[in-house]
């Protein structure tokens, strides 16, 4: 049963902007909190942005501070990471991640080229 599904992601010059979305079918995304983190070639799952409880509490990972933007949208049981000012290091898989009940999406690929 699939619990999350990201879509957005896509090939884009440094610069550019994307907006990733997380779809949670048929239930509300977790008031406790939903996040997004990412993967590049090589390296470790990192940390990009997370959005908590009822006040939508907000956090970033210092790398994406003041060019992406996490925000979600309840009636639509989404939530959405906003990416500005995309830099080449950004290249990653994106994933959706449930903070309360620990379900991951597939991922969505994120290019950006020099």
């Known amino acids: 049963q699939v619990q999350l599904v990201e879509s957005g992601g896509g090939l884009v010059q440094a610069g550019g902007s994307l907006r990733l979305s997380c779809l949670t079918p048929g239930r509300a995304s977790s008031i406790y909190g939903m996040a997004w983190y990412r993967q590049a070639p090589g390296k470790e799952r990192e940390f990009v942005a997370d959005?908590?409880?009822?006040?939508?509490?907000?956090s970033y990972a210092d790398s994406v501070k003041g060019r992406f933007t996490i925000s979600r949208d309840n009636p639509k049981n989404a939530v959405y990471l906003q990416m500005n000012s995309l830099k080449p290091e950004d290249t990653a898989i994106y994933y959706c991640?449930?903070?309360?009940?620990?379900?991951w999406g597939r991922g969505t690929q994120v290019t950006v080229s020099s």
């Open positions: 959005i908590r409880g009822r006040g939508d509490s907000t």
């Open positions: 991640h449930d903070l309360l009940m620990g379900y």
